[in-house]
């Protein structure tokens, strides 16, 4: 039976040689088929000595045409390493800002909702809604009629007793003092008479005209009147001062009592008439005019959008590093009503005017307020904002852009930092306080040290890389693309020669 030996296809260049090759290459011909008898097949001693020497130089050929591929891999890994573009950014010391962020409610800075303090139909309405309106402007009245005819009664009644006090205070004497003035009056004229009567009684009796007991009965009459005029004059007096100060304290009650109705009638007026306390803007106004207004039911709202609250929530931790009058920033979403792109954000600056020192019972947070000027009134009450307040500001802090940090499905960061030897490698890292773009690192990079910025995501370790200058917009982000499409290629490349080696050692083996 014939030895066919056929030649194995280990590389696209190197094949092992058949025995048809080795006798063609040892000067032999080539062995005939038909078995081993045969004159033909009968060798001589030299050409065995010949053919022991070429079978060993033809095992040398087969053992170096099976080695080859080996170092021939070996070398081609090394020459096709994958090179990965990307780039890079030092660690630096900055100062960055721990902001918090939270979702908050727009409100007015102030509000107004008018509820009447009677109940009656609706007379006249002045104002829409949208209407601008000044503090004290007249917005709408109520049927009053009744409340009219009820302020002119009391205003009369008021203006009646007004009338008499005056009177009182500027008036004539009243006829019992005058009564009281004319008895002291007579009573003093008797007291003089009676007087000169017991003089020139006196007169006589010293004379010898006139005996004694005339003397003695006109001293009598004297003192009595006497008596009768001091008894008169106090009269007069008494009367002189109490009657006129009672006069004058019940006509000023009356007045007074007059006065408190008339105040009582045109308040009950007034209230017909609906009035704003505040400057703003008419945004509510449920009823319409003949309809019902109902004492207590707000009638007409009215808010002050000139400055705005955001009110938002956060949690006990983040409130301990708030205080009142920190910087903070108000962003809300202008779609297609606020004339902008879906998508784009309005920001308007603020400050902290309110850090609530108690927890609202319902969520257990912290209540925040950020007050900030409107005066275009695009931020309207009611709607939902983004709040960004910042609490401190480091100014000595290691930073690095976002795009650099790595996270991991354990939690861990890490960042791929690029050595001297032109690889990059990963590194665990502590972060800090984040500020947009840039985030604090406070463990496991030194400042002055590259990493890799764009381009580090799947990025194995100890990746030869190439440093490629930053570019703006699509132009790097393509070239970054165009490189991770390279490094793709030049893997499967890889695999598939390693393949075809791991193919080639085992035929050796074979």
Not at 129 to 143: D, I, N, Y
């Amino acid at each position: 039976m014939a030895n066919r030996h056929m030649s194995l296809p280990l590389s696209p260049f190197v094949s092992v040689p058949s025995s048809k090759e080795l006798a063609q290459l040892c000067g032999q011909p080539p062995r005939l088929p038909g078995g081993s008898g045969g004159a033909g097949n009968l060798r001589t001693a030299e050409e065995t000595t010949r053919g022991s020497a070429c079978g060993q130089a033809a095992l040398l050929l087969i053992v170096a045409a099976l080695l080859l591929p080996l170092f021939a891999c070996s070398n081609k890994e090394a020459e096709h390493e994958p090179l990965v573009t990307v780039q890079v950014t030092q660690a630096r010391i900055a100062p960055i800002a721990s902001k918090i962020e939270a979702q908050a409610i727009i409100y007015p800075i102030r509000q107004a909702a008018i509820a009447p303090k009677i109940s009656a139909p609706v007379k006249k309405f002045y104002v829409e809604r949208g209407t601008h309106v000044k503090a004290g402007q007249l917005l709408a009245e109520l049927e009053n009629r009744d409340l009219v005819a009820a302020e002119i009664d009391n205003r009369g009644a008021f203006e009646q007793a007004q009338a008499a006090y005056e009177t009182a205070v500027r008036g004539n004497v009243p006829e019992e003092i005058r009564k009281a003035e004319l008895d002291a009056k007579a009573a003093k004229e008797q007291m003089d008479a009676q007087q000169k009567i017991y003089e020139n009684r006196q007169r006589l009796f010293a004379q010898g005209a006139a005996p004694r007991k005339d003397v003695e009965d006109a001293l009598v009459a004297y003192i009595q009147a006497k008596n009768a005029y001091e008894i008169a004059a106090q009269h007069l007096e008494a009367l002189k001062s109490f009657g006129r100060e009672q006069e004058l304290k019940a006509a000023e009650g009356q007045l007074t009592s007059a006065k408190g109705k008339y105040e009582v009638a045109r308040a009950q007026l007034s209230y017909s008439e609906i009035r704003s306390p505040i400057d703003g803007v008419v945004t509510d106004r449920p009823l319409y005019a003949g309809e019902m207004a109902t004492s207590g039911s707000p009638l007409i709202t009215v808010m002050d959008t000139s400055q705005i609250v955001a009110r938002a929530h956060i949690t006990p931790p983040e409130a301990v590093a708030l205080r009142v009058g920190d910087p903070a920033s108000i962003f809300m979403s202008a779609g297609p009503t606020g004339g902008s792109p879906a998508g784009n954000e309005n920001e308007v600056r603020g400050k902290v005017t309110l850090v609530s020192p108690a927890l609202d019972p319902n969520s257990a947070t912290v209540e925040v307020w950020v007050q900030a000027p409107n005066p275009h009134g695009q931020l309207r009450p009611g709607s939902s904002a983004r709040v960004t307040i910042t609490a401190q500001t480091l100014e000595n802090a290691l930073v690095l852009p976002a795009s650099a940090i790595l996270a991991a499905s354990d939690g861990t960061t890490t960042v791929m930092v690029v050595g001297h030897d032109g690889r990059a490698h990963q590194r665990v890292v502590k972060t800090g306080v984040r500020d947009g773009d840039s985030v604090q690192i406070t463990d496991g990079l030194k400042p002055g040290e590259t990493v890799v910025s764009v381009g580090a995501y799947g990025l194995p370790d100890n990746t030869r890389v190439q440093v490629d200058q930053p570019q703006h917009g699509k132009e790097s982000k393509e070239k970054v693309r165009k490189s991770r499409i390279r490094e793709a290629k030049t893997k499967a490349t890889k695999d598939t020669k390693s393949e075809d080696c791991t193919f080639r050692e085992q035929c050796t083996r074979i």
